[in-house]
C-alpha cells in the first residue's frame, strides 16, 4: 500500500514527546503493582461489575448472560453508559477518582490506556494478574500497554472505512480529489455526499487526524513533537473545510456522531460515509436501514492512493479498587477469547483483536470486509500517546471545529493546535 511509506515512521511517533518528566497522577496505586490499592483483592472472587459505553450492536447482553449461566457465584452486572466516548471518559474519571469499588472491569478506549495508567487506577497485568496476548493484532496491545507494561486486554478494535453506495458508485473512490468529482452523482440523486463525525468531541479528533494522515501529514512527527506547521497538515484539514464550504458535506454533519452519520446513510441520504465496522451489521440488518444490499466498504481515500484511519478500538481493565480481581481476570480473558471474539464480530461486525480471525474463511464469506479492516488497522495511526491526553483532543477538537465553521483560517486553527499540544505535553 502506497501511503505505508509515510505511514510507519509515523505510527511508530505517536508518543508525545514530554518535556515533563514526572507524568504520574496524582491518583491511587502508582503504576506499580505491590503496594496501597493495587494489592488488594488480587486473590477476591465473587460478583463484578462490568462497564462499558451503549452497547450499539447488543453483543454485550448476552456474552454476560453466557458467562452468569458457568459463574453463578461470580456473576456479573452490566452498567451501560452512553454512546458518547467523552462522556463514558469523564464518568470513568470521576468513578476512579471516588475509588468506586463496584466498577471493577471497565472498558477503555485506546485513547485512555495512558492517563488511566498513569494515575494509578488499571491493575498492571503482569504476574499472577498475566495475561497471554501472543495472538492478537499488535496495535491493539501496543495500544493498551503503557511504559512497557500491559493495563488492560484488548477487546475490539476499529478501524475507520469507506461506507459507499454500491448501486451509485459501482467503483469506490481511491483519493479524495476522486470522491469530490463523485460528489455530481450525489446531486444528481439528490443526496449528500460524504459525511464523517464532526460534532466537537472526541470522534472529531479522529476525523481531523484522519484527514492530516490521509493528505500524508501528522499530529505529532517522529519524535513525537507536535508536526501541524506543515503543508500536508495543511493541505488535509483544508480537504473537511472546503467540502463543509460547498456542500459536499452535508451542514448538518457538523452535530453528527458516529451515530447520526450511520442513520443519515442508512437511511439512504448520503452517498459515502465513513464509520467504524460497528455501522455494518446495523446498516445490513436493522429494519429501517434502506441500503442493506447496496453498500460496500472501501479503504478512506487518501491523496494518492488509500488514506489512513484513526487507530480505534476498546480495551478491558480491572480497576485497582476491585475486590474481586481473580474473577475480574477470568472475566476479562473470556471476553478476548476466540469463542467471543467470534460472537463479537458474527453479531456485532466488531473488529477482532485476534489475528487468526481475519483469515478465518467462513468469517471473511460473512463479513466481507475483514481483509479491507485488517489493512485499515494495520496501517491505522495513534492518537498522540500521552497521560494529558484530555488536552491534546480539547486542543484538536476545539480548533479543527472553529475552522470547519469558518470562524478560524485553517492556518490559524492548525497554529492554534500546534501551540496548545505543546503546552498540554508539557504538563501545564
Ligand atoms: C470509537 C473508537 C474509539 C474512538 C471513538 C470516538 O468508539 O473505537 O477509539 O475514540 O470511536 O468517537
Not at 468506586?100 to 497485568?125: C, H, I, R
Not at 449528500?192 to 470522534?203: D, L, P, T
Not at 478491558?316 to 481473580?326: L, Q
Request: hydrophobic share 35%.
Amino acid at each position: 500500500m502506497k501511503t505505508r511509506k509515510f505511514l510507519l515512521p509515523v505510527a511508530t511517533a505517536g508518543v508525545l514527546a514530554l518535556t515533563l518528566s514526572a507524568c504520574g497522577g496524582g491518583g491511587g496505586g502508582g503504576t506499580t503493582a505491590g503496594g496501597g490499592d493495587a494489592a488488594n483483592g488480587l486473590d477476591g472472587r465473587g460478583p463484578i461489575t462490568y462497564v462499558q459505553g451503549k452497547d450499539n450492536n447488543s453483543v454485550v447482553r448476552p456474552m454476560i448472560e453466557k458467562w452468569n449461566a458457568a459463574h453463578p457465584n461470580e456473576k456479573v452486572t452490566f452498567k451501560e453508559q452512553t454512546d458518547q466516548a467523552d462522556q463514558q471518559h469523564d464518568d470513568l474519571v470521576q468513578h476512579f477518582q471516588a475509588k468506586d469499588a463496584n466498577y471493577d472491569v471497565v472498558s477503555v478506549d485506546v485513547v485512555w490506556t495512558a492517563e488511566f495508567a498513569a494515575k494509578g487506577w488499571l491493575q498492571p497485568l503482569k504476574d499472577k494478574m498475566a495475561i497471554d496476548t501472543s495472538a492478537m493484532l499488535k496495535p491493539t496491545v501496543d495500544a493498551a500497554t503503557y511504559k512497557g507494561t500491559l493495563y488492560a486486554t484488548p477487546k475490539e478494535s476499529d478501524g475507520g472505512m469507506l461506507y459507499y453506495r454500491k448501486d451509485l458508485v459501482p467503483t469506490p473512490p481511491k483519493t479524495w480529489d476522486e470522491m469530490i468529482q463523485m460528489c455530481s452523482i450525489a446531486k444528481e440523486n439528490k443526496i449528500g455526499c460524504f459525511s464523517g463525525q464532526y460534532k466537537q468531541y472526541e470522534g472529531l479528533t479522529v476525523n481531523a487526524a484522519e484527514a492530516i494522515n490521509s493528505a500524508g501529514g501528522s499530529v505529532l512527527d517522529k519524535d513525537g513533537k507536535p508536526s501541524l506547521n506543515t503543508p500536508e497538515a495543511k493541505a488535509g484539514l483544508e480537504n473537511l473545510v472546503k467540502a463543509f464550504a460547498d456542500g459536499n458535506i452535508p451542514k448538518e454533519a457538523i452535530t453528527y456522531q458516529e451515530e447520526e452519520g450511520r442513520r443519515a446513510f442508512q437511511s439512504g441520504n448520503l452517498l459515502f460515509h465513513r464509520n467504524w465496522p460497528y455501522a455494518y451489521s446495523l446498516m445490513s440488518t436493522e429494519g429501517s436501514s434502506k441500503v442493506k444490499d447496496k453498500f460496500g466498504v472501501a479503504p478512506l481515500p487518501g491523496t494518492d492512493g488509500p488514506g489512513a484511519s484513526s487507530l480505534g478500538g476498546h480495551s478491558a481493565a480491572v480497576s485497582v479498587y476491585s475486590k474481586n480481581k481473580a474473577t475480574a481476570l477470568d472475566f476479562i480473558k473470556y471476553i478476548a477469547s476466540e469463542e467471543n471474539q467470534k460472537f463479537y464480530a458474527v453479531k456485532g461486525s466488531l473488529a477482532p483483536v485476534l489475528a487468526n480471525l481475519y483469515d478465518d474463511a467462513a468469517l471473511v464469506k460473512q463479513l466481507p470486509y475483514l481483509p479491507t479492516l485488517k489493512t485499515a488497522i494495520e496501517n491505522a495511526v495513534p492518537r498522540p500517546v500521552t497521560p494529558f491526553y484530555p488536552a491534546v483532543t480539547q486542543a484538536i477538537q476545539e480548533n479543527s471545529y472553529a475552522a470547519l465553521k469558518g470562524e478560524k483560517s485553517v492556518d490559524q486553527a492548525l497554529s492554534d493546535m500546534q501551540k496548545s499540544i505543546e503546552t498540554a505535553g508539557a504538563g501545564s
